[in-house]
């Protein structure tokens, strides 16, 4: 059974910190991983993804990590923000087949 | 990327009744379409995979026949619950992979379904 593993469950940050999100993953052969935002009761944002033939990608204050050979992908965040807190989800991919996903991780961002 | 839409964002209804949620895909057409459930504080859950056309693919432990899933056309996925109880709340989700080629998924702003 193909298992999306996140760490920590949940982190409380002062603001400005940079933080790290860890997501691990037993499936090498995966495609693709998308990382997630979802803000409490509502749907899923994407944030982003990175193809398995990629190392990283970035958006703004975003960076994600990919390294297939240890089944890891980290989410790095600059500088948080109080509108940062939300639960983080990855997810993998493997063709058009539906989404594996982590349990997420809970950030809170203090101002 | 893609623009998916479902309806209602939010039902209240009474235990025993049916309640059917819509997903739409507002701008590509979407041969298949995913289910999902989430539970506070859980991960989402794949329910089913809908295929236009064609029966849905049940995950093991999902009743076929308590979630009813019509995919009529390219651009519009039903789900149904039928003879609703309480613990069929959740928040239900649908997504669809885009046509891109790097499988990315886009997905609904759900439905909260509670049932009392």
């Known amino acids: 059974k193909q298992e999306v593993t996140q760490i920590p469950a949940a982190l409380s940050v002062p603001e400005g910190e940079n933080l790290v999100l860890n997501c691990s993953f037993t499936?090498?052969?995966?495609?693709?991983l998308q990382w997630f935002r979802q803000d409490p009761g509502k749907g899923l944002t994407s944030l982003l993804l990175?193809?398995?033939?990629?190392r990283e990608q970035t958006s703004g204050r975003l960076n994600a990590s990919l390294d297939k050979s240890s089944g890891r992908s980290t989410l790095y965040i600059a500088a948080s923000q109080p509108g940062d807190s939300a639960t983080y989800l990855c997810?993998?991919?493997?063709?058009?087949?539906?989404?594996?996903f982590g349990k997420g991780t809970r950030l809170s961002v203090i101002a | 990327g893609a623009v998916v839409s479902q309806h209602p964002s939010w039902v209240i209804c009474k235990s025993g009744t049916s309640v059917k949620i819509e997903c739409r895909s507002l701008?590509?057409?979407?041969?298949?379409m995913f289910w999902y459930r989430q539970f506070p504080k859980q991960s989402l859950m794949l329910m089913a995979t809908?295929?236009?056309?064609?029966?849905?693919?049940?995950e093991q432990g999902v009743e076929k026949d308590k979630f009813l899933i019509n995919h009529a056309s390219l651009t519009l996925s039903t789900l149904t619950v039928t003879s609703a109880h309480p613990e069929d709340s959740s928040f239900y989700i649908c997504?669809?992979?885009?046509?891109?080629?790097?499988?990315?998924?886009?997905f609904g702003p759900g439905t909260r379904l509670t049932v009392t």
């Open positions: 997810a993998r991919i493997s063709g058009n087949t539906p989404l594996v």
């Open positions: 499936d090498s052969a995966i495609y693709n």
């Open positions: 990175i193809q398995s033939s990629q």
């Open positions: 701008d590509f057409q979407a041969t298949t």
């Open positions: 809908s295929n236009e056309g064609s029966k849905a693919t049940y």
């Open positions: 997504s669809l992979a885009g046509t891109s080629g790097n499988y990315e998924q886009y």
